[in-house]
């Protein structure tokens, strides 16, 4: 049979071991995705209304901050998480939790950036109208996340795409442990290197159909809640 | 609503006010007194000054040089003033959400909320578009709806940035009527327009600048009757100020 039938057939049976790689590698995607949300929105917020000496400065390093080389990051949190690292005592090394924290670090500076020019366009828009209204510091950030929330998912889903593709940063940290620590990207290039074209197609197939479908839920809902609020 | 109660902001005192915006004068020397009573219109072509003039007093902004008090205070945060701008900016939620951010902003209790909401909508005649997209409204809605969320203030002093520029007639006497409304029940509407007629309708008192400078000042009766300027007098005359 031919590898992109097979691929298939591993695909629509729901091949146990496919369905354990990829639900793992979509717990850490979207885990990273959302602990980077919590830290790079404020962040990207704070930036976007506050001037400080030096401020251009932070923008350029946050931007270039969204083209962190994977392995880079993936060592960086390796020896973080090593046994004679700062973070060692956790044990978290080669676990799915060090995975996430990988992946948040680089799925954090992503979010940050597009926050920042998202919520700085908006708060030039609406500067007046809430100075006028009186409306307090805190106010104003809540204020903007909200009204600027349908573009800030496009900054997550940006995110998504950068977690859900990396391979370099999960598999130093994780160590592409079977069962355990094995995602679709890691498994993939395992696969490959091994010859067994076929799990690694259908492991591909599944990777871009996700990545398609979180992005095409994401558009249906944004279109339908523009209409909703403008 | 308590409209009008209170006016701690007034007067609103420019003293010797300059306002330099990069290599221009935008305001040079400026000294008036906002008080209470009939509204006041800012009169003048494009450029002349009169939006500076209202953000100044609002406290968007600090004069260049010289001072502006309210009510001889230095320092007044906006609690009872409130602007429309000439282009307002709706926040992206529904009419009735709009009005219902500003009764937050001013501290009204939630428990006041709807029926301030409901006023506030029949005063400008949107009660049918409570639920709409407020940036799906039309732009003499949109004005309307601005010029509610700032009464949402309860403010002493409403500040006007040519509210009526660019609508059509109906939507202009909307916007007159409700300017009436509200200045009836105390509180005190400075406007700036170019239009003659409008300063004709609405206004008590008249401060007519040009080029930055304040040209005359004083009742709308006198100013219209027998202007003492010879800028005035043209520009009473339907001459261009340039």
């Keep these: 049979m031919p590898e992109h039938a097979s691929a298939l057939q591993l695909v629509l049976s729901g091949d146990p071991a496919l369905v354990a790689i990829v639900q793992l590698a979509l717990i850490v995607s979207l885990s990273a995705v959302f602990f980077a949300a919590l830290i790079g929105v404020p962040l990207g917020a704070m930036i976007a209304l506050t001037t400080f000496p030096g401020r251009d400065g932070v923008i350029v390093v946050l931007n270039a901050l969204m083209g962190l080389p994977p392995v880079v990051v993936g060592l960086a949190v390796y020896l973080a998480l090593s046994r004679s690292g700062p973070l060692g005592s956790w044990g978290l090394l080669f676990t799915p939790q060090a995975m ?25 828009e609406y500067r007046d109208e809430l100075t006028a209204m009186n409306v307090g510091p805190l106010g104003r950030v809540a204020t903007l996340i909200w009204d600027a929330r349908f573009s800030l998912v496009t900054a997550l889903l940006a995110g998504f795409g950068r977690a859900a593709a990396e391979v370099g940063a999960v598999i130093i940290v994780g160590g592409n442990i079977d069962g355990f620590t094995r995602t679709m990207t890691t498994a993939i290039a395992l696969e490959t290197s091994k010859g067994d074209l076929s799990l690694a197609i259908g492991l591909g197939m599944v990777l871009i159909a996700i990545v398609v479908l979180i992005n095409a839920l994401a558009w249906t809902a944004r279109r339908a809640a523009e209409r909703l609020t403008g | 609503m308590s409209m009008g109660a209170g006016a701690a902001d007034l007067p609103i005192l420019f003293e010797d006010v300059t306002m330099i915006a990069g290599a221009v004068t935008v305001l040079d020397r400026v000294t008036l007194a906002l008080a209470a009573g009939a509204p006041t219109v800012l009169l003048g072509p494009n450029g002349s000054g009169k939006t500076t003039l209202l953000r100044l007093a609002m406290g968007l902004v600090k004069p260049s040089r010289g001072r502006v008090t309210w009510g001889a205070r230095d320092h007044a945060p906006p609690t009872r003033r409130a602007i429309v701008f000439q282009h307002p900016t709706m926040l992206r939620r529904s009419a009735a959400a709009n009005i219902r951010y500003a009764l937050c902003a001013a501290g009204i209790p939630h428990s006041r909320h709807k029926v301030g909401i409901d006023k506030l909508l029949a005063l400008v005649g949107l009660e049918h578009a409570a639920g709409r997209p407020a940036r799906r409204l039309s732009i003499g809605e949109q004005q309307r709806l601005a010029l509610a969320r700032a009464l949402a203030r309860d403010p002493a002093v409403l500040f006007l940035d040519e509210p009526t520029a660019s609508l059509d007639p109906a939507s202009t006497k909307a916007i007159e009527d409700v300017i009436h409304a509200v200045s009836r029940r105390g509180i005190k509407v400075v406007l700036s327009t170019h239009d003659l007629a409008e300063a004709r309708r609405l206004a008590g008192e008249i401060v007519l600048l040009h080029r930055g400078r304040i040209v005359e000042t004083g009742s709308a009766a006198a100013f219209f009757k027998a202007p003492r300027t010879g800028e005035a007098r043209k520009f009473v005359a339907g001459e261009l100020l340039v």
């Design chain 1, 100 to 124: 996430i924290i990988a992946q948040t670090v680089l799925v954090a500076p992503i979010v940050a950036a597009l926050s920042r020019q998202t919520i700085e366009d908006l708060w030039a």
